[in-house]
Structure formats: structure tokens, C-alpha cells
């Protein structure tokens, strides 16, 4: 079968475009620009990509197109595609009834951390020889590429956004899994969803397709959550949490700033685990991932020691570099809580040591404003920040960064950023970098300017 992606060079569909390609068909793709790093994965696979979307691109007809959900209405493809009435699906749909039916679907969902839980979750059945399948909205360092097919097992983030510009349910629906963590829920995507209640429903339309002897594992300290499955829950349901004795699942943090941590299952400690990474929120994400191994068959001791040796997800406070003793981080931020509690863990390890960030607003959320007021106060951990706020956007963000008491600035070039963060940088300090986007290669840049200080 000849298949053809339209945004084939998004981590998901890119990696929906992989999979369709080791399943056995004939594959090509579209995207508005085809790009590094998935544009290569795709061309050493033998996938064809067209840059833009003209419907030269769709003649011959393939037997199959498969829509992203960033492309609407208006979109010479895709008026093409219902003019010619071609067989077309998204791409969720296309992975549930084509690729995940008869495995084993372990799904990830969240507001936050699904990403670095996947990753997780995929390393500890890979070292527990089970060689998983895996879809994932990164690039996990310990495989190199965002997704692969597998044997058994598959691991798939769950995106609560919505699947296609014909369909407006969350793309998770369409997974149908034997065991999903649920990793916390808050209001986001406000350019799908008017209020936190509409994703709540969506989430539990997930719920409802969980088999009852599939496992949910949920964050026991989430009152979302737990509204949530007080609609219903028909499986087998395990909470866990950051020492809350009432859970199923505990995690303590030993040393602070969370390098090493104590897993417990029903007040029975099961091993410590000492690693790279840090923060509440990868403890919670380290304990959740541990549960749904367990439920996977793996055995607590071989789940610990396997995220002893996790390196991480790229762009996940990721260590760019460290020049002249300065250390630049990027992280994939999209969220007020995401950003605080990547901020707060950096903060405990680095002790006193200043700590310089870059924002880049560029959420549909952040951009709406939706989250003004908790904007403030989740970078109260740093010493100087940068928010890059773009034009189109009907809110004060200086008045966003009044919690900071005069530490916070506000520009709307890059550029400008860039260089008034290298005339405030000194050595010893620790710089993150934190966008959804690709914030115009700012980390990169920066550390040329640093590079070429130091050479001069």
C-alpha cells in the first residue's frame, strides 16, 4: 500500500511515517518545511518528502493519506484530498487500528512529563529484554530516535491533543491500552479546549477504553485525576505519589534535589535509586514509570536499576555545553508548573549559584495568556530572567513578570536576548533556555557568542 503523510516531518507523524514504513508500505510525505532532525530519519528509511503541500505531490493517488493535525481547512493538500474524495485518516487512527491491534499498549498521558515517562518506560523493558515498540513526542539519548517498532510491548505518549482537523478528539482515544499512567491534569491547549472540565471529559473517554484487567496508574496527589475517575474506573486502578503513605506507590527523595530516590510499593521499600536526573517532578515521573513496568511483568529490582542508567530525553533540561565555566541548559517548557518545578530541582542542586533564563512565550496558552498569573511566580527560582514575547499578543507581560520585583525583562528580538544575556553572564552561572519551539536555535547561539568571547 502507498502511503502518503501530510506533515510527515512532526515527531509524531514522522514517527507514525516510520512505523508505516517497517510495517511494509510504500511511503512518502509532505510538510510545509521538511527539516532536520526527522527529514533525515525519514530519507535514511527511504521515505520520499516534498516540501509544501501542492496536490502534484498526491497524483498518482496514493491509497492512503494521513493527515496531521496541524493542517486545517484551506489547505491546497487537503482540499485536494476531499475534491479527489481519497481515501484519507489521521494519524492516530491510522496507529491504533492498523498497527497498535494485538499489542500490548502501555500509553502515557499528562499535562506534563509524558515524554520523559515514555522514555522511561521504554528503557526499563528494553533492558529487561522485552525490546518494546515505541512512540514518543522526543528523542530519548539512550535510543537516538523517537520511535521504532517492536516486539510485544509498545509504549506510545498519549497527547491529549486533538487528533485532526476532522476530528477534535484527543488523539488518545484511539490507543486503546492494557495499562496507561496518568500523570497529572491541568488546564492547556486553550485553542482546543474553553476550560479544564472539556479535558477532563476527554481523559476520561481514555479511561472508558481501558480493559478490566488493564491497569491505570495515577497520580494519587492530583485532585484532578481523581475527579476524573470518580466518574468511573472499570481496571485495575494503582496510585502513586511523593510520600504519601496512603498510595500504592511511593517515592521519597534521599538527597535533595531528588539524584537519588527511595521507591516503595505499599510501605515496603523496594531499592534506591540514585541517578542524573533531578526534581519532584521526575521522581514522580521515575516512581510512575517504575509502576507500569511492574505491571508489564518487569520486577521492581530490574525496573530501579534500568533508570539508573536513563540518560534522558534531548531538549529536556538537556546540557547544551559548558563554556568558561558557565552551563547552558535547553528545556522543552510550555507550562507555568512544568517551568517551576524544572526551576525549583535546578535550584536545589545548584545551591547559591546564579541562575539566568530564558523564556520564549509561544504556546497557543502562553501566547492567549490563559496563564498570566502563575507566570511570575514559577520563575521565582531564577535570578535573572528573559521573557521573549512576540506581537499579536493583548496582554502586559512586563505586568506577568511583576512577581520577580524588578529581576525580570521583557524583548521581542532574539537577537536582543542573546546579547544582553551574554554582557550579564559570568563564570559559574547556569543558563536555561525554555521554549516549545525551536526558539530561533537561541541555545546554540548563545553558546557561539560565549565560544567566541572565550576565543577572543
Not at 140 to 146: E, Q, V
Not at 197 to 221: A, F, Y
Not at 325 to 338: C, E, L, N, S
Amino acid at each position: 500500500m502507498h502511503i502518503h503523510i501530510l506533515g510527515a516531518c512532526g515527531t509524531f507523524m514522522g514517527g507514525v511515517a516510520l512505523l508505516a514504513k517497517r510495517a511494509g508500505h510504500r511511503v512518502s510525505g509532505s510538510d510545509q518545511h521538511t527539516y532536520p532532525p526527522m527529514s533525515t530519519q525519514l530519507e535514511a528509511e527511504g521515505i520520499e518528502l516534498f516540501e509544501g503541500y501542492s496536490p502534484e505531490h498526491l497524483d498518482p493517488a496514493p491509497d492512503l493519506v494521513i493527515i496531521g493535525n496541524a493542517l486545517s481547512r484551506g489547505n491546497p493538500a487537503i482540499e485536494y484530498v476531499l475534491n479527489q474524495n481519497m481515501n484519507y485518516t489521521s494519524g492516530p487512527r491510522w496507529l491504533g487500528e492498523n498497527y497498535l491491534r494485538g499489542k500490548s499498549v502501555i500509553a502515557v498521558a499528562g499535562t506534563h512529563g509524558k515524554t520523559t515517562t515514555s522514555s522511561m518506560v521504554a528503557w526499563i523493558l528494553e533492558k529487561a529484554g522485552l525490546e518494546p515498540g515505541f512512540l514518543i513526542g522526543g528523542v530519548p539519548h539512550d535510543f537516538g530516535y523517537s520511535a521504532r517498532d517492536g516486539k510485544q510491548f509498545f509504549v506510545v505518549e498519549a497527547d491529549e491533543y486533538d487528533t485532526a482537523f476532522f476530528d477534535k478528539r484527543a488523539k488518545f482515544v484511539h490507543y486503546r491500552p492494557q495499562i496507561a499512567i496518568l500523570n497529572n491534569l491541568e488546564y492547556d491547549h486553550a485553542d482546543i479546549y474553553p476550560n479544564l472540565q472539556s479535558i477532563q471529559t476527554q481523559v476520561h473517554h481514555l479511561v472508558r477504553t481501558i480493559p478490566g484487567n488493564g491497569t491505570i496508574i495515577s497520580n494519587g496527589l492530583d485532585q484532578n485525576l481523581e475527579s476524573v475517575l470518580e466518574q468511573g474506573c472499570w481496571s485495575q486502578l494503582q496510585r502513586f505519589s511523593l510520600g504519601e503513605e496512603a498510595s500504592d506507590w511511593q517515592v521519597e527523595m534521599i538527597k535533595p534535589g531528588g539524584r537519588e530516590l527511595r521507591i516503595s510499593r505499599g510501605g515496603e521499600a523496594l531499592g534506591n535509586l540514585s541517578w542524573d536526573l533531578q526534581g519532584r517532578h521526575n521522581a514522580m515521573n521515575a516512581c510512575a514509570s517504575i509502576a507500569a513496568s511492574v505491571a508489564a511483568g518487569v520486577t521492581p529490582a530490574s525496573a530501579i536499576e534500568a533508570l539508573a542508567s536513563f540518560r534522558g530525553v534531548k531538549r529536556r533540561m538537556e546540557t547544551v555545553a559548558e563554556i568558561d565555566g558557565i552551563r547552558v541548559y535547553d528545556d522543552f517548557a510550555h507550562h507555568p508548573t512544568a517551568i517551576r518545578l524544572t526551576l525549583e530541582g535546578l535550584r536545589r542542586n545548584i545551591s547559591n549559584a546564579r541562575l539566568l533564563v530564558a523564556l520564549e512565550s509561544r504556546s497557543n496558552t502562553m501566547q492567549a495568556g490563559i496563564h498570566n498569573d502563575e507566570l511570575g511566580p514559577a520563575l521565582v527560582a531564577a535570578d535573572r530572567v528573559w521573557l521573549k514575547a512576540g506581537e499579536g499578543i493583548n496582554w502586559d507581560p512586563q505586568q506577568a513578570l511583576a512577581p520577580l520585583e524588578g529581576r525580570g525583562r521583557v524583548v521581542t528580538r532574539t537577537a536582543d536576548l542573546l546579547q544582553q544575556m551574554k554582557d550579564s553572564v559570568r563564570s559559574g552561572d547556569h543558563v536555561v533556555f525554555m521554549s516549545n519551539g525551536g526558539f530561533d536555535a537561541a541555545p546554540r547561539r548563545f553558546c557561539d557568542l560565549l565560544k567566541d568571547h572565550e576565543s577572543g
